[in-house]
């Protein structure tokens, strides 16, 4: 037994025990065991170590500016995130199921093109930051990405076309998180394009009370509802335009009860609620905890911990390339 043991080459090792033992690497220790032999490479390229590509720690270096796109990125940073997901996308061969980005990774129809050629599968993404992104880059993206069901994406000047993109492509589609200001045309948007909505969350964001009414008046499907820390604000003719509604009158409330959950902040105001209005109802989540903003009342739209595969270590080495 122990001279057959001895004989024992590692590329002969069972798949599975490959798999485990890799799950506990990074990308930057991943991309040369993968190189050893073929049988390592398609332990690599497993879907349970690549069915949520989490990016959750990178940043891009950038400086906020007064004009469209209102952040200037270091082209340093570009090249960073292009060699990190052409290893990625490579390593992964088609098994990314979910992707997550940082609300300050600023990323260009040039990456986002690599992700749509490469994740085909792409069920759930997270991407809370689209300055650079164009119309027809996210319209393209969308179009190939068929089995997407879940999207995390910020507050939009207008909405329709991206609503319109995920109607045509995304059949299955169920779940939308708006990171940002949440008025008439983003409810009317969604109410008219994807009226098999089920899961709907827009915590800490300003919400205008119209808009919250159009939700439980049109959305027939819905049947989870987060507004938890909402700004919520009624416009009204005076000189000061928004009014902040500091509790949730009984109108709203009788409208939710045909939901499965509606969950709002019954502690008024509650330390986040204070934050998001103090932040004018756009949450500046870099002055707060470190993951903070990847917390969700809604269980299935909750990051929970970071992803091992872009580690802080393997970000510092990725810096210093």
Not at 71 to 85: E, F, I, M, N, P
Not at 126 to 138: D, E, F, H, R, S
Not at 257 to 262: A, D, I, P
């Amino acid at each position: 037994m122990a001279d057959k043991l001895a004989g024992r080459k590692w590329e002969d090792m069972e798949l599975d025990v490959l798999v485990k033992i890799f799950k506990l690497l990074n990308l930057t220790e991943l991309s040369p065991v993968s190189l050893v032999c073929r049988s390592w490479l398609l332990a690599c390229s497993d879907p349970l170590i690549w069915n949520t590509f989490d990016l959750g720690l990178l940043k891009s270096n950038f400086i906020k500016t007064r004009v469209s796109p209102y952040v200037w990125v270091d082209g340093r940073s570009d090249a960073r995130l292009s060699r990190v997901l052409r290893v990625a996308m490579g390593l992964s061969r088609g098994n990314v199921t979910c992707l997550v980005f940082h609300f300050n990774l600023y990323m260009k129809d040039s990456h986002l093109s690599i992700i749509a050629e490469r994740c085909p599968h792409l069920k759930r993404l997270v991407l809370p930051a689209w300055n650079y992104i164009t119309k027809p880059g996210i319209c393209e993206a969308i179009r190939r990405w068929e089995d997407l069901e879940s999207l995390t994406m910020p507050g939009i000047g207008h909405p329709p076309y991206i609503m319109e993109a995920i109607s045509r492509s995304c059949k299955n589609f169920s779940e939308l998180k708006i990171m940002g200001q949440f008025d008439i045309l983003f409810a009317s948007a969604i109410a008219y394009n994807l009226p098999k909505l089920k899961v709907l969350s827009l915590r800490c964001t300003m919400l205008f009370r119209e808009a919250l009414l159009y939700i439980l008046e049109n959305f027939e499907s819905l049947e989870v509802l987060n507004i938890s820390h909402c700004m919520l604000v009624d416009v009204c003719p005076s000189l000061d335009p928004k009014k902040t509604i500091t509790q949730m009158d009984h109108t709203i409330i009788e409208k939710a009860l045909r939901l499965r959950e509606f969950i709002y902040c019954c502690e008024v105001p509650c330390i986040l609620c204070e934050r998001t209005i103090a932040d004018e109802g756009l949450m500046r989540w870099y002055k707060y905890e470190t993951g903070l903003w990847r917390e969700d009342e809604v269980r299935s739209l909750s990051l929970g911990d970071y992803g091992k595969l872009l580690d802080d270590s393997c970000i510092q080495i990725v810096d210093r390339t």
